[in-house]
């Protein structure tokens, strides 16, 4: 089998020389190999730039995007143009492209910048009226046919874009028949571009469905959360607006109730009003989280009174505070800030049903201030911890998730970042990272 093997790489070696031989030495094959496969290097760079270019800025279509990125590649082709061919360089590649993607607007501005820079390096030629009047044939060819291109099933516009440019080498190997070339340098020629556009359109058609299909993902991923954040405030607003009805309306209808129950029933109404109010609160600093007015927060300062106000909470549920706080300056909104520590403090010590400590504790280092906040409480699941800040998401049996989805929205704001980490039975712990504004 070996024996095999290397008689039949010697055969294909020796019909490769004998070849070569008759038509062209090796140097000349590899030099006119180099020349066409650095053109559509050129080419295939100015692809994924248009493409790059399109998904940053949002603008597939972009006339402008089109015209400066192909202008650019045919540039560069203009430059590298080939020797001893009657192709001189792939130029029309690109200007075929830019024609079919963009109409005949992107093909009057490539035949221009083709026109002028041709002059502007090579001069005046006698060849260049020829030249003129090819590309325009071309480029309005192309610009006609843009729109039903466009709209066109894949193989469609491969086969266009193929058929275009082997058309047009075709009119140009005609126009230069007097020129002497060999047979390799005319086959060679005569189906390296047309083979060379059939791979381009299929990765820019490729490269182009992906983007569509990825844009289709953000908007589903946009609608899907629309939905969600609707069902969710929807389900937990109409609970306390529910009763709150009821209740107003047994003091309506029962005169005889005393007044006693009376001042009872009201104030459980205003409470559950209370509960519909920062559900809706929470949804606005969810959706508008960004702090309106920024000021200078000593951590240690705001931390301080974080511990003054859930102190009394934490020793109606057992739990004990362990705190060690560091004193630096960040920036941000006090009051959010506040809110954000407050819900995360109060989901830690609702953790802890059966008493614990709670542990907050700041260190500083390379520029940043690292709050640390755990808890010796339940703990969470893998699952749970990817799940955390998702809406109408909570591991608590009566929450609403609305707590955390604040909290990402508050530290993401403030330019920090969240990282949590849990075990089942051994506690959470939340770490918040935040930039110094002024080191003390």
């Known amino acids: 089998m070996v024996l095999y093997c290397v008689k039949l790489l010697n055969l294909q070696t020796t019909i490769y020389r004998y070849l070569t031989n008759i038509f062209l030495n090796e140097s000349q094959v590899e030099y006119m190999l180099y020349e066409l496969i650095l053109n559509l290097l050129f080419i295939l760079v100015g692809i994924f730039v248009h493409h790059i270019w399109a998904e940053k800025t949002g603008h597939y279509q972009s006339k402008m995007i089109i015209s400066v990125v192909f202008s650019i590649t045919i540039g560069l082709c203009i430059i590298f143009r080939f020797h001893e061919s009657f192709l001189h360089d792939l130029k029309f590649i690109p200007?075929?492209?830019?024609?079919?993607?963009?109409?005949?607007?992107?093909?009057?501005?490539?035949?221009?910048?083709?026109?002028?820079?041709?002059?502007?390096?090579?001069?005046?030629t006698g060849s260049i009226g020829t030249i003129m009047i090819i590309f325009v044939i071309l480029g309005l060819a192309c610009g006609l046919i843009s729109k039903k291109f466009i709209d066109s099933k894949l193989s469609e516009k491969l086969t266009i874009m193929t058929c275009i440019a082997f058309i047009f080498t075709v009119i140009m190997f005609l126009w230069r028949q007097n020129e002497e070339t060999s047979i390799v340098h005319t086959l060679l020629y005569l189906n390296f571009p047309a083979l060379s556009m059939f791979v381009i359109g299929y990765i820019m058609e490729s490269i182009r469905g992906t983007i569509l299909l990825r844009q289709q993902i953000a908007k589903s991923e946009k609608s899907e959360i629309v939905s969600q954040l609707a069902a969710s405030v929807s389900?937990?607003?109409?609970?306390?607006?529910?009763?709150?009805?009821?209740?107003?309306?047994?003091?309506?209808?029962?005169?005889?109730?005393?007044q006693e129950k009376r001042k009872s029933y009201i104030k459980l109404a205003i409470d559950e009003l209370d509960t519909a109010s920062n559900i809706i609160n929470d949804y606005l600093t969810f959706a508008k989280p960004a702090p309106t007015n920024w000021e200078l927060l000593d951590i240690e300062v705001q931390l301080n009174q974080i511990e003054d106000i859930i102190l009394t909470y934490a020793n109606m549920n057992s739990v004990s505070l362990d705190t060690e706080f560091a004193s630096c300056i960040i920036q941000g909104n006090k009051q959010q800030?506040?809110?954000?520590?407050?819900?995360?403090?109060?989901?830690?010590?609702?953790?802890?049903?059966?008493?614990?400590?709670?542990?907050?504790?700041?260190?500083?280092?390379?520029?940043?201030?690292?709050?640390?906040?755990?808890?010796?409480?339940?703990?969470?699941?893998?699952?749970?911890?990817?799940?955390?800040?998702?809406?109408?998401?909570?591991?608590?049996?009566?929450?609403?998730?609305?707590?955390?989805?604040?909290?990402?929205?508050?530290?993401?704001?403030?330019?920090?970042?969240?990282?949590i980490q849990s075990k089942v039975g051994y506690g959470t712990k939340i770490s918040l990272r935040f930039p110094i504004a002024i080191p003390k």
Do not use: W
């Open 95 to 124: 200007f075929i492209i830019g024609g079919l993607y963009g109409g005949i607007f992107v093909a009057a501005i490539l035949f221009s910048f083709i026109v002028l820079f041709t002059i502007f390096i090579y001069g005046f």
């Open 337 to 419: 800030f506040h809110q954000c520590l407050l819900n995360i403090t109060k989901n830690c010590i609702e953790a802890m049903p059966n008493g614990g400590v709670l542990s907050i504790y700041t260190s500083i280092f390379q520029h940043h201030v690292l709050i640390q906040i755990s808890d010796t409480g339940v703990g969470m699941t893998e699952e749970q911890i990817n799940r955390i800040g998702e809406p109408y998401f909570s591991t608590k049996e009566k929450g609403t998730g609305l707590g955390m989805m604040v909290v990402f929205s508050i530290v993401k704001a403030m330019k920090g970042t969240i990282s």
């Open 235 to 258: 389900h937990e607003v109409r609970n306390p607006l529910t009763v709150t009805r009821g209740f107003l309306q047994l003091v309506l209808e029962d005169d005889e109730l005393p």
